[in-house]
């Protein structure tokens, strides 16, 4: 667990250049340490961790590889941890907390690894025991001597046990991708192999390969579950965008890796429905090490990455600089799931970053619904005067709503329970745009879990729309009848998360509440309650596609194709708001 104790009394200053620019970013500040790993912690904190490296700004008398960033004054506080946090991974847990798993074992100035732990000297700190982890040493990819296929619970269960998948698909089988689904199951790919896991049997179903690419690290694609909506049953269908067409042989082979193209296919499964995988629509460019950002208009930002080569770094001889990747992709995109297919990508009105962020970049959406970038540092140490250097830019992405007039809601509680009483949210007429009930069909209350962003990934990430009516008033104020959680802590895990309020795609300023009890143990359910009708002024009608409710009200479950959600007897409050650990690079969180 992360430590807030902030040893250094000064604090460090960039000032805006510019103001905000829809669809543009914007050089805002300098983090201090770089960005591999970061997390949204509240309204105003991003919490950023580095590896052990030689940074210029220090704690205790060593380097800091950790920073608190502050970002409504650009600043940051040095913070102290012990242990080298180099490729770990991390998760919010149901009680609020934020827990780092993993990391990498000590090492000396310039990156290279440590016989022994030094207690006196933090810099030359391990990672304080490998509890989780994907491999027993570290290294650019796995091997069967070096492997650790294992996975446990956080807080403890007992033992760690095995698992099948993480033998079978060495070597490129570190940082694993991780969802739990609806159905309670995870859904598990990594290298070419997918499959369905049951953490409460320990029965794993095997899936069909992914098609066209490895995902995984270091191929890296970006990833991402759609949005979870009353439209479509709270189903979860993940994405898989970019990576690397690289067989298992090919990791070790010598190859230059600079010189491996990225692909540029998409592929998507919904697995607690259909076990299959379908082609989306490619990616204008291949690209490695990007990262999917959920925004509240319910599309996906996508920036970062690289269109040659693989994460990792290295000595060979045709590095770039350490880097295994070359040429930097630079211009974001943003993917639209409502889009017909062939239609879902678009750059339009959208310009490029001016910094190249390759290996160790990350990202993660702000509540005034702006995206957070920072990071890349392709070394084993801290690399300046490089082509792809050492990076502490922090950048700010600004959506097309960015400057739009806000809705300014009144009643979003502090938390959501699974089932339970329907809650009521005010808008004014201004909120509305002064149109009614066609601006009531196009309103949203959404639920975004940020995530902790490392390698390409943002674990824990996941958008969902709360089902609600309206009472439109005379006055053309409106209030939102609003339904809790379907009562199945699978589809969205306990803890902390944002809720926002979207009319006609313009999002209200994100409010952070707590999922579940705030407690980490059994989640209380409680019926899904029947919402009022909508309700309008006599003379004003309600557009004609406006969609229905999807209820049924003889069991409180929602089906879809073929899927049941399981209800409460079912199993579903058995997660009790725990984060499952299942091991990789460093720890595979659940996404």
């Given at each position: 667990m992360l430590h807030p104790a902030v040893l250094l009394a000064a604090s460090f200053a960039f000032t805006l250049a510019s103001a905000a620019t829809p669809g543009t970013f914007e050089i805002v500040g300098n983090s201090g340490v770089s960005a591999q790993q970061l997390f949204l912690g509240n309204e105003k904190k991003v919490y950023?961790?580095?590896?052990?490296?030689?940074?210029?700004?220090?704690?205790?008398?060593?380097?800091?590889?950790?920073?608190?960033?502050?970002?409504?004054?650009?600043?940051?506080?040095?913070?102290?941890?012990?242990?080298n946090t180099f490729c770990a991974g991390g998760s919010s847990a149901g009680n609020g907390s934020w827990i780092s798993v993993g990391g990498n074992q000590p090492v000396s100035p310039g990156g290279d690894a440590s016989a022994a732990i030094n207690a006196t000297n933090p810099y030359m700190d391990g990672d304080?025991?490998?509890?989780?982890?994907?491999?027993?040493?570290?290294?650019?990819?796995?091997?069967?001597?070096?492997?650790?296929?294992?996975?446990?619970?956080?807080?403890?269960?007992?033992?760690?046990?095995?698992?099948?998948?993480?033998?079978?698909?060495?070597?490129?089988?570190?940082?694993?991708?991780?969802?739990?689904?609806?159905?309670?199951?995870?859904?598990?790919?990594?290298?070419?192999?997918?499959?369905?896991?049951?953490?409460?049997?320990?029965?794993?179903?095997?899936?069909?390969?992914?098609?066209?690419?490895?995902?995984?690290?270091?191929?890296?694609?970006?990833t991402a579950m759609l949005p979870l909506t009353p439209a479509n049953n709270w189903t979860a269908t993940v994405l898989f965008c970019g990576g690397t067409d690289l067989q298992p042989d090919q990791w070790t082979a010598g190859l230059d890796l600079t010189q491996v193209a990225a692909s540029a296919s998409c592929v998507y499964m919904t697995p607690d429905v259909d076990q299959t995988w379908y082609d989306d629509d490619s990616l204008p460019d291949g690209r490695s090490m990007s990262n999917f950002i959920m925004l509240p208009d319910a599309t996906l930002f996508l920036c970062n990455g690289a269109n040659m080569g693989?994460?990792?770094?290295g000595t060979e001889s045709w590095t770039k600089g350490d880097s295994y990747a070359d040429v930097p992709v630079q211009q974001p995109l943003i993917y639209d799931p409502s889009k017909p297919a062939g239609?879902?990508?678009?750059?339009?009105?959208?310009?490029?970053?001016?910094?190249?962020?390759?290996?160790?970049?990350?990202?993660?959406?702000?509540?005034?619904?702006?995206?957070?970038?920072?990071?890349s540092s392709p070394h084993p140490d801290v690399v300046l005067n490089t082509e792809y250097p050492t990076t502490y830019t922090v950048e700010r992405f600004y959506p097309w709503y960015y400057n739009m007039p806000r809705p300014a809601p009144t009643g979003i509680p502090t938390s959501v329970s699974y089932g339970g009483p329907i809650f009521n949210i005010s808008l004014s007429a201004t909120?509305?745009?002064?149109?009614?009930?066609?601006?009531?069909?196009?309103t949203r209350v959404i639920i975004i879990r940020t995530g902790y962003a490392t390698h390409a990934i943002n674990f824990g990430q996941r958008y969902l729309q709360l089902d609600n009516t309206y009472t439109l008033n005379a006055d053309g104020s409106a209030v939102l009848h609003v339904n809790q959680l379907y009562p199945n802590p699978s589809i969205l895990a306990p803890g902390p998360a944002w809720m926002f309020v979207v009319v006609n795609g313009v999002p209200s300023t994100g409010v952070q509440i707590m999922v579940g009890n705030g407690i980490i143990g059994t989640q209380p359910t409680a019926a899904y309650a029947t919402l009022p009708t909508k309700v309008v002024p006599n003379g004003v009608s309600i557009p004609t596609n406006a969609s229905e409710n999807i209820q049924d009200g003889a069991n409180n479950s929602v089906t879809s194709a073929g899927l049941k959600m399981p209800t409460p007897a079912e199993g579903s409050v058995k997660w009790m708001g725990l984060f499952t650990a299942v091991v990789m690079g460093a720890v595979a969180a659940l996404l």
């Open positions: 950023i961790l580095d590896k052990v490296q030689g940074n210029n700004v220090t704690v205790s008398g060593h380097p800091a590889w950790v920073v608190e960033y502050d970002i409504d004054s650009n600043t940051f506080r040095p913070m102290d941890v012990w242990t304080g025991g490998q509890a989780i982890g994907g491999n027993l040493y570290g290294g650019f990819v796995n091997d069967a001597g070096n492997n650790n296929p294992t996975w446990e619970w956080w807080p403890s269960r007992g033992a760690v046990q095995n698992l099948t998948i993480l033998e079978t698909t060495l070597p490129a089988n570190l940082y694993p991708l991780t969802w739990m689904l609806p159905s309670g199951k995870l859904f598990i790919q990594t290298n070419l192999g997918a499959e369905l896991f049951d953490p409460l049997t320990g029965v794993e179903d095997v899936l069909p390969d992914v098609p066209h690419a490895v995902r995984t690290y270091p191929a890296s694609a970006a693989v994460a990792g770094y239609s879902r990508f678009t750059s339009d009105g959208l310009s490029p970053s001016t910094v190249p962020r390759m290996y160790h970049s990350t990202a993660t959406l702000l509540p005034d619904g702006s995206v957070f970038v920072a990071g909120d509305l745009n002064s149109d009614g009930a066609t601006a009531l069909e196009e």
